[in-house]
């Protein structure tokens, strides 16, 4: 199972960046898949969900900035990032997930700097 994210980097406040989440291995489709983030010194903590049927879910810090989609065919989720702030910063990992089951896969993590 490979979770590969990808487009992280540094942009300055206001700033959008768009990230990636590539998967395999896995019956995509079937999947919960999720994106969180963990800053320096606090829990990793839930950015957006969307749910298999494609129902999405939002943490309160970003409502209205973030959105989340998935695309069945290709395989990948992704996280359109706007109005981004400092306190965005974090390393943000991709998750896949079928809830009460043992099937719960986290990919490596790419790292959001949001600074002037």
């Known amino acids: 199972v490979l979770l590969v994210e990808s487009g992280g980097g540094l942009v300055q406040p206001g700033g959008s960046l768009r990230l990636s989440c590539a998967v395999s291995g896995i019956p995509f489709r079937l999947y919960n898949m999720a994106w969180y983030r963990q800053a320096p010194g606090k829990e990793r903590e839930l950015v957006a969900l969307i749910l298999n049927g494609g129902m999405t879910n939002y943490g309160d810090s970003v409502k209205g900035r973030f959105a989340i989609s998935r695309d069945n065919a290709k395989e990948t989720v992704s996280l359109q990032m706007d109005d981004l702030r400092p306190e965005d910063t974090a390393v943000y990992y991709c998750?896949?997930?079928?809830?009460?089951?043992?099937?719960?896969?986290w990919g490596q993590g790419t790292q959001v700097t949001v600074s002037s």
């Open positions: 998750n896949a997930r079928i809830p009460t089951t043992p099937s719960n896969f």
